[in-house]
């Protein structure tokens, strides 16, 4: 199918909300990856989101890339969504494009120059390019982080997108954002509450909120990352205390994303996700099965894959393709795993 049109993807996001799950949101650099969680999310029967970082979009465009407006970034990013937007319409799931971490200096690089594209698409009649834009405003005080998501807020709720914000700090290190891990990584209630004061609760745009309650990016051994995913009931039980005549019946008045969800255990996923989240990111895990593949291929075909004393190796096994459908097909049985675990695995189209 084509593209989630932006009435598509808040129908996704609703689905998932009142049905109790969420969907994988998968980062991808690169054509392969793109196709190989296209091709996972197919075979479990789920809806998804794709999405690019900085440093995806730089892959995208090319190592020896430059723009003369110094946005070859977004040119990359630009090259991702086409892609997507062409091969996309081959499957039968309903997939949004969304843009991930985006820190302050990256901002006139990477994010503004996407929605200035968007806006000049919606300004001809067309759609956004991407559904969704996540500004991370993690590494800045909390004033200056809704200060930046205020005025993001109006331009991606006037060509009908949807903005994330990233209220609290997730350790580790992704794409050259990077925090420590210790006590910032829990978010607040009351950092919650300012939230809402600055973003309302949808009344100026749809917004998700990426809340940190001890996430952590990559992959750490048993005990070093302790996940405390009944703080976002806390969270969204203190925001529904103070705005109950407004929200109504919806007491979890935040559309919540998890960040750093590597490594969870199925527990910690079920119980983030019954709290509200309904948007996980997902990259290392899928970029290790994505690499574990092609490894296996190389170790068990060495005297293949290369012309080993003065032979000729073996075209059928060094071709791009063979090791690239081989690790295609890996990567997407970890997106049919995390379809699986957040619960959005056969609700593609229900």
């Known amino acids: 199918m084509p593209i989630a049109t932006p009435d598509q993807y808040a129908e996704m ?12 949101a998968v980062n991808v650099s690169s054509s392969q990856t793109l196709n190989a969680v296209l091709q996972g999310l197919s075979d479990a029967g789920s809806d998804g989101i794709i999405q690019v970082t900085t440093g995806g979009a730089d892959y995208f ?3 020896r890339a ?3 407006t110094g946005s070859a970034r977004a040119t990359g ?3 991702f969504a086409a892609f997507a937007h062409e091969v996309a319409k081959n499957y039968p799931i309903t997939v949004a494009l969304h843009t991930d971490h985006c820190p302050k200096n990256a901002l006139d690089t990477f994010v503004l120059p996407l929605i200035a594209a968007s806006e000049a698409e919606v300004k001809a009649g067309r759609e956004p390019i ?7 405003g993690s590494a800045v005080p909390l004033d200056e982080n809704l200060t930046i998501a205020e005025d993001m807020l109006k331009r991606v709720k006037a060509i009908n997108a949807i903005l994330e914000v990233e209220i609290g700090v997730v350790g580790g290190e992704e794409d050259g954002v990077s925090h420590d891990i210790n006590e910032h990584l829990y978010t607040t209630v009351s950092d919650a509450l300012a939230t809402v004061e600055a973003l309302g609760l949808g009344e100026n745009g749809r917004y998700m909120a990426a809340l940190t309650f001890g996430n952590v990016h990559g992959v750490y051994k048993p005990g070093n990352v302790k996940l405390r995913p009944e703080l976002l009931k806390e969270i969204q039980d203190g925001v529904y205390a103070k705005y109950a005549s407004t929200l109504g019946d919806n007491t979890k008045p935040f559309d919540l994303v998890f960040h750093g969800g590597s490594g969870s255990t199925d527990a910690e996923i079920t119980e ?4 509200g989240v309904i948007k996980m990111n997902i990259d290392t895990d899928t970029q290790y099965s994505f690499t574990r593949s092609i490894a296996d291929t190389m170790f068990t075909n ?5 012309k080993v004393d003065g032979e000729v190796g073996n075209k059928k096994i060094y071709d791009p393709r063979a090791w690239g459908k081989l690790a295609e097909t890996h990567m997407a049985s970890r997106v049919v795993e995390a379809t699986e675990q957040l619960g959005s695995a056969g609700h593609s189209g229900k």
């Open 13 to 24: 996001l609703d689905k998932a909300k009142s049905g109790g799950f969420a969907y994988p």
């Open 61 to 63: 465009a090319g190592q």
């Open 66 to 68: 430059v723009s003369p």
């Open 77 to 79: 990013a630009l090259a």
């Open 130 to 136: 991407f559904q969704s834009h996540m500004w991370d």
């Open 272 to 275: 983030a996700v019954s709290n």
């Open 302 to 306: 060495y005297s293949g894959v290369l």
